[in-house]
Every structure is written in structure tokens, then in C-alpha cells.
């Protein structure tokens, strides 16, 4: 992480605004334009968003922890491994990014036990998929084990013509087990990509595992996975927003399993310095 500049800009404004450090925070992620709506878990109403008028909610029995501690506001969510947070579809509101659009950054200490879905608007499995736009923290089928991974879907399906959808940026930078860390994608109409801490590192061109033998490909699939190359745009396909687990084979899955600490949703993609930007927070 280029921690120079950062530590420049983070100084600097604390120099000029006098906050404590959830103050700092918050108001470093509003002062960069087009933000939707963030989570910092700091208010008595925590699951509720800043931004936007939407409130996560849980089902009995699979509701994540608050605990008091995390890179934002000294708390966060804790997620076991089958607890998850949604919005319905119709209350989604600009989450629901219409700009063709978007950057999801979230803080994050992950277990490293298994697939973990963060945070965004991403259905596997109703109506044969309801895929928006979503972070993952490691997606293995694809290239993608243990990186940051940010999916775009246009249509909602699996990418022909193989039986899940190949559409996601990954990080070269793995993420780690029991560490907090900022984990981020963009997207810009043509290109994801993805970050960890703020940077973002390019991939060379690859032989994506899984891809072979498929119509069209008898040798497999070839692809740069980081930045991603993907024009189609996002659909608006009836997802939910989802923090911690998506719909897949007809039951909640893709759990994410540790601490979340943070999530913002910007309705643009981020040039790479505002994402290091956003992405840094003072480590004690």
C-alpha cells in the first residue's frame, strides 16, 4: 500500500477538521463525489445506511453480532458463517447504481474458510439469476482463490457458455486470514478492477481453470483478470442488496465468514488515487 501519500492526505485532514477518527472517516468518504450511501456501524442505528433512506435487515436466527471493535468506528459486524443482511429489491433505491457505474469498498477481516460475499446487488439463482454488481472476497472457480473479486453482470445469467458467470475482476494480492483490510472494485462501463488496500495491481493474460472443453474453447479460456475487460454494462435484473451472502441453488449461500467494518457504495468508478484514498484508516 503506497502509505506515504496516503498517511499525507489522512494528516492533512486532520489538521484541517480537528475530528476523531469516525468523524474523520465519514467525512473523508462523503468529500469524494458520488457516494450513494456507507455503513460504519458507529450510530445506535447502525444497520441503517448514511445516504440513503434503507435500512439492512436480518432473518431470525441468522443475524450477525455487533461487536465493538473495527477499522472505522471500533465497531463492526460479526458473521459466523450463516448469518446475512439484506434490502429488499424495492427499497433499494440508488443502491440500485443506474449510472452504468460503480465502486464498492468495504473493510473487512475474513477468516479465509471459504467463499465470502461482502457486499452489493447479486442473485444467483432466482429466475435463472438476478446478477447485478458484487464484491467477493476469494471466488476459486475462476481464477479468483483467495483475491478480491468484483463481479458486473448485464443480463442476470451465467456466461455462456460455461454454468456460472466468468465476469469478475481478481486481485494478484491474496487476502489475508484474521487481518483487517480494505478490499475494493470498480467498475467504469469497460473495465473492473480490483483492490486490496487501496492498490490496485495488474495481472497478464491467463488459462482461466474450469474454461476447457467448453463450445468454443476446446483449449480453454484465456483472459486478463485484473483489469477485467467487460463493456456490457450492469442490468437492472431485481436483486436485492445483500451484505454477508447471496442467493445461490435455491438457498442463502457464498457466506461470509469474519468482521466487517465498513461499506460504501459510490455510484461511479473511482479513479485508482480515490480509492487509495477512501480505502485507508489509521491503524493503531
Not at 38 to 63: I, K, N, P, Q
Not at 68 to 77: F, K, Q, V
Not at 131 to 149: E, I, K, T
Request: aromatic fraction near 14%; charge should be negative; hydrophobic fraction near 35%.
Amino acid at each position: 500500500m503506497r502509505i506515504i501519500s496516503i498517511l499525507t492526505l489522512a494528516f492533512a485532514f486532520f489538521v484541517a477538521t480537528g475530528c476523531d477518527s469516525r468523524t474523520e472517516v465519514a467525512r473523508r468518504l462523503e468529500s469524494v463525489p458520488n457516494l450513494v450511501a456507507y455503513w460504519d456501524f458507529a450510530s445506535e442505528d447502525y444497520l441503517s445506511a448514511t445516504g440513503v433512506d434503507a435500512t439492512l435487515r436480518g432473518e431470525a436466527g441468522a443475524m450477525p453480532t455487533l461487536v465493538a471493535e473495527g477499522p472505522l468506528s471500533d465497531r463492526a459486524l460479526h458473521f459466523d458463517g450463516d448469518d446475512y443482511l439484506y434490502i429488499p429489491y424495492a427499497e433499494t433505491g440508488a443502491l440500485n447504481v443506474q449510472s452504468g457505474e460503480v465502486t464498492v469498498v468495504a473493510w473487512v477481516r475474513w477468516t479465509a474458510e471459504q467463499i465470502g460475499f461482502v457486499a452489493g446487488m447479486w442473485n444467483e439463482y432466482e429466475d435463472g439469476g438476478k446478477r447485478q454488481y458484487g464484491l467477493f472476497v476469494s471466488l476459486p472457480h475462476y481464477n479468483g482463490a483467495h483475491q478480491v473479486c468484483g463481479h458486473i453482470s448485464r443480463t442476470g445469467k451465467p456466461t455462456p457458455p460455461f454454468p456460472y458467470s466468468i465476469d469478475y475482476s481478481a486481485s494478484p494480492q491474496r487476502v489475508p486470514a484474521d487481518e483487517w483490510c480494505a478490499v475494493a472494485f470498480t467498475y467504469d462501463g469497460e473495465y473492473i478492477r480490483s483492490y486490496f488496500n487501496g492498490e490496485f495491481e495488474a495481472r497478464e493474460e491467463e488459462l482461466i481453470d474450469h474454461t476447457t472443453g467448453f463450445e468454443g474453447y476446446p483449449e480453454g479460456l484465456r483472459q486478463v483478470k485484473n483489469p477485467y475487460y467487460f463493456p456490457d454494462g450492469i442490468g437492472d435484473n431485481g436483486s436485492d442488496f445483500t451484505v454477508g451472502a447471496v442467493f445461490v441453488n435455491k438457498r442463502i449461500g457464498n457466506f461470509f465468514k469474519g468482521d466487517i467494518g465498513g461499506i460504501a457504495i459510490y455510484d461511479r468508478a473511482l479513479s485508482a488515487e480515490e480509492v487509495e484514498y477512501v480505502s485507508w484508516w489509521e491503524k493503531n
